[in-house]
């Protein structure tokens, strides 16, 4: 399979990206959490696949952590994949294909996320719009230099 261009890559990505923020807004509206872990090695993709999830959500829904090596006791696949939490294994070979699979699949396991962003009603201005006026500011008086 041939690597996708840029174009190609953004026309995919960009659903995908709405139903992630349509998911960030029904998990606050909903109370849920989600929690989503990468494990790999060095440029296996995962930066650029936590972009992808992060880059449209709300800063202040969306945190990004950067965990320590994990021992060989702790990131143990047989023994801590289940079907409550289960693991998703992508190739990374090619890195939108892999960060579009995994997206893919992230969206997959959720449950149906629309809910309705709400209406914003901004009342009328008073009157028309006034002209800016720009000037040069004035040192504070007393303020030392």
């Known amino acids: 399979m041939s690597q996708l261009d840029r174009k190609e890559y953004e026309a995919l990505l960009e ?37 992808a999830i992060h880059e449209h959500i709300n800063p202040r829904q969306c945190r990004v952590v950067a965990l320590p090596k994990p021992t060989e006791r702790e990131a143990m696949l047989k023994a801590t994949h289940s079907e409550h939490a289960p693991w998703t294994l992508v190739d990374f070979n090619d890195q939108k294909l892999g960060r579009l699979t995994l997206l893919r699949d992230l969206l997959d396991q959720l449950p149906e996320t629309r809910v309705d962003a709400p209406a914003i009603a901004l009342p009328p201005l008073p009157g028309r719009l006034a002209k800016e006026r720009h000037g040069v500011l004035k040192p504070i008086a007393g303020f030392p230099p």
């Open 15 to 51: 659903p995908m990206q709405v139903e992630l923020a349509n998911a960030a807004r029904w998990l606050q509206h909903s109370g849920r959490r989600l929690v989503v872990l990468f494990e790999g090695r060095d440029t296996a993709g995962k930066g650029g696949a936590i972009n």
